[in-house]
């Protein structure tokens, strides 16, 4: 098995964002599924497997990368700004899909999840070109970790929206 791999992730409590029982399940399923299949390998060194916080400071994502025995082994620290346009998309066709749900015709759900998958992309690809230069993933660790990033933003972005 590759050492380019994360085998643990956790999220900052003091900065995750409120969230209801569909973006917390979400949550869980992201981190899940990261840790069955991913790939993480940092550009400039060679200490992997890798533990991951993630957190917010201000208007800044911080990805505290450590070794296995939980040594720092880098810090990335990437502006937010970038990320918010498709974040606020991202939260109001969830909050569509998750109200089609309940009371639409499968024909219109699907057409919202799709939207929905979308928008989850473009974000998952901007995360990867962040994160270019310092860090390469493969697309679902990005989507993955994309979906970890909204957990971290929602409050903000819910509460302000």
Known sequence: MSNDRLIGVEIDDETLGASGPDAEHERRVAIFDLLESNSFKLLDKDQGPYLLVL?????????AVRDEKGNEVHTFILSLGPFRGV????????DSYYDAIRTQTPHQIEAIDMARRGIHNEGSELLAERLEGKVHVDFQTARRLFTLICALHAGQTRSAG
């Open 55 to 63: 957190s917010k400071i201000e208007r800044r994502l911080v990805f």
């Open 87 to 94: 974040i606020r998309d991202y939260f109001m066709i969830c």
